[in-house]
């Protein structure tokens, strides 16, 4: 690989190697000796095409998320099986590899413009923004450079675009599914909203059983499927749909959700 490639939002791609390779070191123990992450679906990584992957994903932390996601994912095409023992494999990252991120999340400080660096493609969020709802255009340039990080990789979206459970698709993820036609791989994680602060940053609580769950890819007929029915597609697969939570009784659904925003805001305080 030349010394001074660059990907296509100009980013060196041996800086953001061993930006990988750094952090990867440094969190691998907070899935692997701190808690206990649990895998399944590793093989599914294994035969998606190098390009034009869209994983979906329901969000628990900012940060803690998508760095066990690239853990997972490397480990994966280096051939482990449900598990990410024996860290060589982030010698050799896959680098075309990308989240979608709120750009003020990302800009927020040194260590989030560090990590921006690794994959991020940051957007303004239109219903979001310092803490405040707001109403706002979507730029057509955020859509843009989600369409050109698919087209060049690996894409990791949370459509709900917030850390909150059972909030509302986010209709955007849809036209963007339906623009560019990626293949869609859902994914499932559990366990990060307890054992990580909400940045996912500062490790909360030890032993903790978290879990990443990889889902064969969506059936989608992009050009029939209207919007609406791709958003109820992605709420089952990511299994946010209201119906989730039916397990529960009215009142404890009702409480559970109560009690997780008010986690959240105290996360907020925390952090």
Request: without cysteine.
């Amino acid at each position: 690989m030349p010394l001074f490639k660059t990907n296509p939002f100009g980013h060196y791609l041996f800086l953001k190697k061993w930006i990988i390779r750094f952090f990867g070191v440094v969190s691998h123990g907070r899935y692997q000796n701190f808690n206990n992450l649990k895998i399944e679906g590793s093989q599914i990584l294994r035969n998606l095409p190098e390009r034009n992957v869209l994983f979906i994903s329901n969000h628990q932390t900012y940060f803690a998320d998508v760095a066990a996601m690239f853990h997972v994912f490397n480990a994966a095409l280096k051939g482990r099986d449900d598990t990410i023992k024996n860290i060589g494999y982030i010698w050799q990252p896959k680098l075309n590899f990308y989240f979608v991120a709120a750009g003020e999340t990302m800009r927020s400080g040194l260590l989030p413009k560090i990590f921006a660096y690794a994959g991020s493609v940051s957007i303004d969020r239109t219903w979001r923004s310092a803490g405040q709802d707001v109403k706002r255009q979507v730029k057509n340039s955020d859509i843009s450079n989600i369409g050109k990080a698919i087209n060049d990789g690996w894409v990791v979206t949370f459509p709900q675009g917030t850390t909150t459970p059972f909030k509302p698709i986010r209709r955007g993820t849809a036209h963007i599914i339906k623009t560019y036609k990626p293949i869609v791989v859902p994914v499932v994680i559990d366990g990060f909203r307890r054992s990580f602060d909400k940045k996912g940053l500062r490790i909360k609580r030890k032993n903790v059983l978290q879990s990443m769950v990889i889902k064969e890819p969506l059936e989608i007929d992009y050009e029939n499927e209207d919007i609406a029915d791709i958003v109820t597609k992605i709420e089952y697969a990511i299994e946010q749909h209201p119906s989730f939570l039916k397990v529960l009784s009215p009142e404890d659904a009702e409480e559970y959700i109560k009690e997780e925003e008010e986690l959240n805001k105290k996360r907020e305080f925390w952090s």
